[in-house]
């Protein structure tokens, strides 16, 4: 059985940081294109950062992340992560990490990923 379940999140101040986890079971995660997504009750479902499979994995990033958050993988865990830095009451949400086959060599942050996990809140406030 397919399962993708998130941690990591928590309570942080402004301009303090997090990692956030995203433990694959069931399939090779790298294998399969990966994407992070945040929602929030003003914005719905936001895509912020994705990467594809493979050696050679590219990452996109949404204009508001930049430079903050990182993307990456860790094959022999079958886990992927996403860094934070400098966050912001803006990034306050719940984080899901995402995963889908055909997003292999090109992913990006629509919401048509095929797997989900279950979500993880941040909350950035003071």
């Known amino acids: 059985q397919l399962q993708l379940v998130e941690s990591g999140g928590g309570l942080v101040q402004p301009g303090g940081s997090l990692r956030l986890s995203c433990v694959a079971s069931?399939?090779?995660?790298?294998?399969?294109?990966i994407g992070w997504f945040r929602q929030t009750p003003g914005k719905g479902r936001e895509g912020l950062s994705c990467?594809?499979?493979?050696?050679?994995?590219?990452?996109v990033y949404t204009q508001s992340v930049k430079g903050r958050f990182t993307i990456s993988k860790d094959i022999a865990m079958n886990t992927a992560a996403l860094q934070m830095h400098n966050l912001k009451p803006d990034d306050t949400g719940v984080y899901y990490c995402?995963?889908?086959?055909?997003?292999?060599?090109?992913?990006?942050?629509?919401?048509?990923?095929?797997?989900w996990g279950q979500g993880t809140q941040v909350t950035v406030s003071s």
């Open positions: 069931g399939f090779n995660l790298d294998t399969y294109g």
């Open positions: 995402a995963a889908d086959p055909y997003k292999y060599w090109a992913c990006n942050l629509d919401e048509d990923y095929d797997h």
């Open positions: 990467i594809t499979g493979g050696t050679y994995a590219t990452t």
